[in-house]
């Protein structure tokens, strides 16, 4: 009797400990627009979020999302006709380091259908948003989030910027 009552008790300080020893991964789930925003906000520097202040002038998004806790049936939904399903498999096909092979999917330019780098972690869905005010980016990043995907990085470019011009601004919104 005794036996039994204290494995319970140890079984239930070892399921209450899961959470210290395996903490959730802050991936999974539905997080909240507002709570996203609030993310990215304290992720950012002074002097990035002065920069989105900027009402005046219009710029075009790019988006990076971690989908690497998405299932394959809500990542199928990102596919749109036309979008690089293939170019993380590409690029980890020229090199076998994962680090390298993410820089340069991060330094590809998408288009509005999207790129993937599938198959290993992180998983990312990178995606070019329509022109808007700079303070509507975070806003708009954090609205295209699903359930088990993250936005983790925003890069902007100037309407109308000469692509020789170091115009477009890079932040980072969460440590990789």
């Not at 520097?45 to 690497?68: H, K, M, N, V």
């Not at 049936?73 to 006709?81: E, G, R």
């Amino acid at each position: 009797m005794i036996g039994r009552l204290l494995t319970g008790v140890f079984a239930m300080i070892a399921l209450t400990g899961c959470s210290v020893l395996f903490p959730e991964d802050p991936r999974e789930g539905v997080e909240a627009d507002q709570a996203c925003i609030n993310r990215v906000r304290t992720a950012m520097t002074y002097q990035e979020s002065e920069e989105l202040r900027d009402t005046a002038g219009r710029y075009i998004p790019t988006f990076t999302f971690d989908i690497t806790r998405m299932g394959f049936s809500d990542v199928k939904k990102l596919v749109q006709p036309g979008s690089d399903e293939t170019a993380g498999t590409r690029l980890m096909q020229e090199t076998s380091d994962t680090t390298a092979a993410v820089e340069r999917f991060m330094a590809m330019p998408v288009d509005e259908k999207g790129a993937f780098f599938l198959g290993r972690e992180p998983a990312l869905y990178r995606v070019r948003g329509t022109a808007q005010s700079l303070p509507e980016l975070l806003t708009s990043g954090c609205a295209r989030q699903q359930a088990d995907m993250r936005l983790i990085k925003v890069t902007w470019e100037r309407v109308g910027a000469r692509s020789s011009a170091p115009s477009s601004r890079t932040h980072k919104t969460m440590d990789s």
